[in-house]
């Protein structure tokens, strides 16, 4: 059974840092770009950042660059978000996601072929 299982999210003060993990299961995890994409009330799945199924090239929205940071250990089948300087407009759910239909990692939830169930993730000001 194929499975992405996030963990990580929580409340915290704007100015903090979360760390979200998310380990798949099922799937060949080498051969799959990871992506991290979040949703909040009211708003459309937006990207977030991304990266490489083999090396570590990485893709950020402009909104999180510089804050946030992506990784993955393939050995741990398992990629992780650190998440900088939070602020209240990055609260929402955080969902990671799989695929590998492009050669690139890709900012369109559609490319993606595997989703996690999310966690949620509040920034208080």
């Known amino acids: 059974q194929v499975q992405l299982v996030e963990s990580g999210g929580g409340l915290v003060q704007a100015g903090g840092s979360l760390r979200l993990s998310c380990a798949a299961s099922?799937?060949?995890?080498?051969?799959?770009?990871m992506g991290w994409f979040r949703q909040a009330p009211g708003k459309e799945r937006e990207f977030v950042a991304a990266i490489r199924w083999s090396a570590p090239t990485t893709y950020y929205a402009d909104s999180v660059k510089g804050r946030f940071l992506i990784s993955r250990d393939n050995a741990k089948n398992t990629v992780y978000l650190q998440m900088n300087s939070l602020k209240p407009e990055d609260t929402a759910v955080y969902y990671c996601?799989?695929?590998?239909?492009?050669?690139?990692?890709?900012?369109?939830?559609?490319?993606?072929?595997?989703w996690g169930q999310g966690t949620q993730v509040t920034v208080s000001s």
């Open positions: 996601a799989a695929g590998r239909r492009l050669w690139r990692p890709s900012a369109t939830p559609g490319d993606y072929d595997v």
């Open positions: 099922g799937l060949t995890f080498s051969n799959y770009h």
